[in-house]
């Protein structure tokens, strides 16, 4: 099922640890790991070169067929090869000991007989430095180990037959029979002492990691529809929350193409600030409230840095530098440059100001508190907003051609100033300029009307003067833009739907954007478009969208950024978390929305 060595995007699962994901393929390899968080350099990115971006491989030899599912309500990953001699199933996981972090990461692949007899082959080829270090190969207390610098990986191993050692790798090849077991581990050190455990410990980790995830997903408080879905929603979101800071990455990877050979190719390994209320609404529908305090307080730790302004992303200890530079990578199917870092960091974009604003509203309506000094802060922001919303800015797609007056950036710098005044009479946030705010939201929704608004085309436009549409303009009916109901955005949602549609995706723009070729459907705006219909109390409809998307994950329930509308096929960086938190708020919509 490769591609000049490269596995379809649709293909990958991931496993996780709440530090750093790895995406597992459907054939067995481990072909993207970074050690030891998701936004350090990789150890295997085979995704991204598969010659030269290192990877760990295991399957059964010869011609075999796979199936596989997560572990109910886990993220757990369980794969059953087939072949003509028997039938073998493989259990990886990045383990967690318990509820609390241990310093460790440790990568387990249990191999179980099922029926018959087969012969497996592994190898582990680390590339460290995202492919530019090759690994010195040695032992330590008999135990095969990689290194180079301040990274080391111990391949701990049982079973898997009597390990070979190369410039550069580890490898090995066993059979296995029906009731018999084996294991590898792979336990990764970063300027630390390297840990080698017993194959106890491992086994119990495996089973403790379980545990946890089911133990964490029963605690979801959601029973409305598509259920599974949504559980499986959460764990994906799960799996990219950043532990030890509470930030959110937007995805696991880094420079998987928007169009395949094209230079659409981001490092989404940050935590954008234009997801920020999107979070908070589903990790609170979702009864994640320790997850959704920690995000919070993260989000404004880390504006604090520039504050008032905000930056458009941060990295996810909190930092603010995200400097984008090229590597020296072939790129997925030839898909280059190959980027780390991301240069929207230092875009104006005008929305996030109005995520900030409505993800502070969704605090305070969920219990929380703002402390005096934050209540300053949101405050100078308000300020700012009311002198900075004339002027052009990047909007939410972050384009790299010149500023313009977004239509999405215009209404979102309303919904910040409508948020501010609402925390201002709850008491939140000082009120002595409220007046000011209220005067300034007036004139952003005249500016709106008189020059967002085609007649033509019987909606709002993507900017102003245009006749190009944005599915971006759906969020002023799910962020309450303007008038409850409002004609111009019932007539926006037909028009999107019927302009920028292709079935029951939505692509998310028409327009140039400065940047060379096209890009697939963006698949949250579908899921954007079932929350609008459900908020226009178009239940059937919204629920009729709902259910044609849903079968567009791929087979373990994960979606990519976006859908090529012709063959299905992924693009983008995956697990995508806009994705996975459009579906979440789309089937919290349908189901209150079934309620009224």
């Known amino acids: 099922m490769r591609t000049d060595g490269y596995a379809p995007i649709r293909e990958y699962a991931a496993i996780g640890d709440g530090r750093t994901v790895a995406l597992v393929a459907r054939d067995g390899a481990v072909d993207w790991l970074c050690l030891p968080d998701l936004d350090s350099p990789s150890a295997f990115a085979a995704l991204l070169d598969a010659q030269r971006g290192g990877c760990f491989t295991l399957a059964p030899e010869g011609r075999f067929e796979a199936a596989r599912r997560y572990l109910p309500e886990t993220n757990v990953l369980e794969t059953t090869f087939t072949t003509a001699e028997g039938v073998v199933r493989v259990t990886d996981a990045m383990l967690l000991a318990d509820e609390m972090l241990s310093p ?17 082959r592994w190898r582990v080829e680390p590339r460290f430095g995202y492919g530019a270090r090759s690994a010195r190969v040695g032992r330590r207390a008999g135990v095969p180990v990689a290194s180079t610098g301040a990274d080391a990986i111990a391949v701990c191993n049982w079973g898997v037959g009597e390990p070979e050692l190369t410039p550069g790798a580890v490898s090995g090849n066993f059979e296995i029979s029906e009731g018999t077991s084996a294991l590898l581990a792979l336990s990764a050190a970063h300027h630390e002492p390297m840990v080698l455990p017993a194959r106890a410990e491992v086994e119990r980790r495996l089973d403790a990691t379980g545990r946890f995830w089911r133990r964490w997903a029963a605690r979801r408080g959601y029973e409305g529809p598509w259920r599974d879905a949504v559980i499986r929603s959460a764990l994906a979101l799960k799996l990219l929350v950043h532990a030890p800071s509470g930030a959110i990455a937007a995805a696991a990877t880094t420079s998987l193409p928007e169009e395949i050979g094209g230079e659409r190719n981001w490092d989404y390994r940050f935590c954008w600030i234009r997801d920020s209320a999107f979070t908070l609404a589903a990790l609170l529908a979702l009864g994640c409230a320790p997850e959704a305090d920690a995000f919070f307080w993260w989000l404004l730790h880390a504006s604090q840095l520039t504050r008032p302004r905000l930056q458009v992303l941060y990295r996810l200890n909190g930092g603010d ?8 990578l072939g790129g997925y199917r030839g898909s280059r440059p190959v980027r780390v870092g991301n240069g929207a960091a230092r875009q104006d974009q005008l929305d996030i100001y109005g995520d900030l604003f409505e993800a502070a509203r969704l605090h305070v309506q969920a219990g929380g508190r703002l402390d005096p000094e934050t209540g300053r802060r949101l405050a100078d922001i308000a300020g700012m907003i009311c002198r900075i919303w004339r002027a052009p800015d990047s909007g939410i797609w972050e384009v790299r051609s010149d500023p313009r007056h977004f239509t999405h950036s215009k209404m979102m710098c309303w919904v910040a100033l409508d948020r501010a005044l609402r925390l201002a009479e709850d008491g939140q946030i000082p009120a002595r300029h409220a007046e000011r705010w209220r005067r300034e939201a007036r004139a952003i929704a005249a500016f709106i009307e008189s020059h967002c608004w085609s007649e033509a085309r019987g ?36 028009a999107v739907a019927r302009e920028l549609g292709r079935g029951p995706l939505l692509y998310r723009y028409t327009g140039e954007d400065g940047l060379r070729g096209g890009e697939g459907a963006f698949t949250c705006c579908s899921f954007w478009l079932v929350d609008a219909l459900a908020r226009c109390d178009r239940a059937e409809e919204a629920a009729a969208l709902m259910e044609q998307l849903l079968p567009l994950a791929n087979d373990v329930g994960l979606f990519a950024e976006e859908v090529d509308p012709q063959t299905g096929e992924f693009l983008g960086n995956i697990p995508q978390a806009l994705v996975h938190l459009a579906l979440i708020n789309a089937a919290v919509s349908c189901a209150q929305g079934s309620r009224r």
Do not use: I, M, N
């Open 104 to 120: 460790a990461r440790e990568l387990a692949r249990r191999v179980e007989g099922l029926a018959g007899r087969a012969r497996l």
């Open 459 to 494: 909606s709002y436009v993507r900017c102003a003067g245009a006749q190009e549409l944005d599915a971006a303009v759906l969020l002023g009916v799910l962020l309450g833009y303007g008038e409850p109901g409002s004609g111009r955005l019932t007539a926006t949602v037909d």
């Open 321 to 328: 530098r995200a400097r984008e530079r090229t590597l020296p």
